[in-house]
Nanobody, 113 residues
Framework: QVHLVESGGGLVQAGGSLRLSCAAS??????MGWYRQAPGKQRELVAR???????NYADSVKGRFTISRDNAKNTVFLQMNSLKPEDTAVYYC?????????WGQGTQVTVSS
């Protein structure tokens, strides 16, 4: 059974930093990443990383967020710097195996101005 366990969300002032972690188990994940959903908006890709280390970022976070992963531990990280109020959202960990896509339960990130 696949489990994705997220941690690291919270409340931070604008300009601050947070680091999200997602520990995955139960499969081999080709792609791992983070999505976010703000109130009244659609869920959007923030960043993703392949098992080989290739990354993609949303334009809105380029230069501020960094995604990384520890393949041995099936864990993906999102380092978020220079946070802005518009980064406020529920952040979801996502992982894709060869057969299916999986989601974490979400962690709230709130950036105050």
């Amino acid at each position: 059974q696949v489990h994705l366990v997220e941690s690291g969300g919270g409340l931070v002032q604008a300009g601050g930093s947070l680091r999200l972690s997602c520990a995955a188990s139960g499969s081999i994940f080709i792609i791992m990443g983070w999505y976010r959903q703000a109130p009244g908006k659609q869920r959007e890709l923030v960043a993703r990383i392949t098992s080989g280390g290739s990354t993609n970022y949303a334009d809105s976070v380029k230069g501020r967020f960094t995604i990384s992963r520890d393949n041995a531990k099936n864990t993906v990280f999102l380092q978020m710097n220079s946070l802005k109020p518009e980064d406020t959202a529920v952040y979801y960990c996502a992982a894709s195996s060869s057969r299916n896509n999986y989601w974490g339960q979400g962690t709230q990130v709130t950036v105050s101005s």
